[in-house]
């Protein structure tokens, strides 16, 4: 099955600054890569997702790039708020049949 | 749009006993659910997926007798898990995949399990 690896598992970055969360996959048959975003206690959200026949997305401060060839996917987020600490977790699936999430990253913004 | 519910959100229970967590999608159709584990500080471990209708498919590892699955409609997914005990205390979350094609999910509040 898929094997999905996330670094780091912590981060901490000042306010303003960008943050940036790597993640690889091993199943090349995954074509669908989902990021959440989880406060402590509630459920995942989805804050972005890319497609594998898309390198590169991006909504506002926050971008998605991903290497097909070398099967790894990152999150980039810019212009980092106190609000934006969380636990973050990126995903592989095969068209939606299944996910297979990574470890997670837990992010603190400092004020 | 795209609402899932979970009851309960936190539940008690004696070792030896049976206790059985409902997943709904409020606004749309479900035609896929997803159960999920997460232990404190973990990730989300996929459990089992489910499809309206027909048997769920666990993933290794997953006890099917242990955690039961129904996909009895397009709308709701049931986890009972069986004559729990203290090692399956865990957050369980469910997610629903819109009939819609799109592969994108979403998430439960999840249900707080204590087994004492």
């Known amino acids: 099955g898929e094997n999905v690896e996330q670094h780091p598992s912590t981060l901490s970055v000042q306010e303003g600054d960008s943050a940036v969360i790597k993640c690889t996959y091993s199943?090349?048959?995954?074509?669908?890569f989902p990021w959440y975003k989880q406060e402590l206690g509630k459920r995942p959200q989805l804050i972005i997702d890319?497609?594998?026949?898309?390198g590169e997305k991006k909504d506002q401060r926050i971008a998605v790039t991903l290497n097909k060839t070398a099967k790894h996917f990152s999150l980039h987020i810019t212009e980092t708020q106190p609000e934006d600490s969380a636990v973050y977790f990126c995903?592989?699936?095969?068209?939606?049949?299944?996910?297979?999430f990574g470890t997670g990253t837990s992010l603190t913004v400092i004020p | 749009g795209a609402v899932v519910s979970q009851h309960p959100s936190w539940v008690i229970c004696k070792s030896g006993t049976s206790v059985k967590i409902e997943c709904r999608s409020l606004?749309?159709?479900?035609?896929?659910m997803f159960w999920y584990r997460q232990f404190p500080k973990q990730s989300l471990m996929l459990m089992a997926t489910?499809?309206?209708?027909?048997?769920?498919?666990?993933e290794q590892g997953v006890e099917k007798d242990k955690f039961l699955i129904n996909h009895a409609s397009l709308t709701l997914s049931t986890l009972t898990v069986t004559s729990a005990h203290p090692e399956d205390s865990s957050f369980y979350i469910c997610?629903?995949?819109?009939?819609?094609?799109?592969?994108?999910?979403?998430f439960g509040p999840g249900t707080r399990l204590l087994v004492l």
């Open positions: 995903a592989a699936s095969n068209t939606g049949n299944q996910f297979y």
């Open positions: 199943d090349s048959a995954s074509n669908y």
């Open positions: 890319i497609r594998s026949n898309v």
């Open positions: 606004d749309f159709q479900a035609t896929t």
């Open positions: 489910s499809n309206e209708g027909s048997k769920a498919t666990y």
């Open positions: 997610s629903g995949r819109s009939t819609s094609g799109q592969e994108t999910q979403y």
